[in-house]
């Protein structure tokens, strides 16, 4: 596993899937793998967020010793490389592949992307601290590559492509997540915690008048619907403009024009 001491001479090329780490002889604690303790910190992750995580909490909800962990992992950065990988297989990629086109495909991976980090929100701020290239990781960077290639996007455009589609998708079910673990931390639904917050600004008319070259779009927000309805809705939007672009550059970029 990567020791701490190695993560600080070299914090961007660390990783625990780049350990080569000897196999440790005899039997681990009974009962205790780390499949075990990979799912049981997610579902610590899912409930409390990043800054609980601890060895001592993590023993504790399985019920073993924190040394017992030490069997498997050598730091809690390992066991939070190993719980990014693991709901990165949740992306369906036999569902992506499913799609008749680079089209439905992108579609399919772009929401399938946005529901992890909404199940996950403690995901959105590990893609950048860690490397991101276990098994499942890697498989759905390679179908995203895939999907995109298949576009007919020179080669040269396609890194872009998959910029502007998916940092749209991580922005997007970031701030989407967010607002939902904020709401469940006041004790509401999404859309109470919602209809507070407008009101919030709304019931105050000196904020109001400020606002006022957005009061069509305010009133449109307020009226739509459910949060839920309106997340998916501009969701569903954004990503037509996002494969409208790419067909346009792709005819932009064709041999002759």
């Known amino acids: 596993m990567v020791k701490a001491a190695d ?10 899937w780049l350990e080569r780490r000897a196999a440790r002889t005899g039997g681990g604690p009974a009962g205790l793998d780390r499949d075990r303790i990979v799912a049981a910190s997610v579902r610590m992750l899912d409930q409390d967020g990043l800054a609980k995580l601890s060895m001592r909490r993590l023993a504790a909800e399985l019920g073993v010793t924190a ?18 990988d693991t709901v990165y297989g949740e992306v369906d990629l036999e569902l992506v592949a499913a799609g008749s086109d680079w089209r439905e495909r992108l579609r399919t991976l772009a929401l399938q992307y946005r529901r992890m980090l909404v199940r996950h929100p403690w995901m959105s701020p590990c ?7 276990g098994p ?12 995109i290639r298949a576009t007919g996007l020179p080669v040269g455009r396609q890194p872009s492509a998959m910029s502007a589609v998916f940092q749209f998708v991580y922005g997007y079910g970031t701030i989407e997540s967010q607002f939902g673990r904020r709401a469940v931390e006041a004790g509401m639904d999404a859309d109470d915690f919602y209809g507070e917050s407008i009101k919030a600004f709304r019931d105050d008319p000196a904020f109001m008048e400020t606002l006022e070259p957005m009061a069509d779009l305010l009133e449109e927000r307020a009226t739509h619907g459910s949060v839920s309805d309106i997340w998916d809705r501009d969701f569903a939007f954004a990503l037509d ?6 067909e346009a550059m792709v005819a932009r970029e064709a041999p002759g024009t």
């Open 127 to 133: 893609a950048g601290q860690y490397l991101n290239i």
């Open 241 to 246: 403009l996002l494969v409208a672009g790419i």
């Open 67 to 84: 040394m017992s962990l030490y069997w498997y992992v050598d730091t809690k950065d390992d066991i939070i490389e190993y719980a990014i």
């Open 136 to 147: 499942n990781a890697i498989a759905v960077g390679a179908k995203i590559q895939e999907t």
């Open 7 to 16: 993560r600080e001479k070299n914090p961007a090329g660390s990783s625990v």
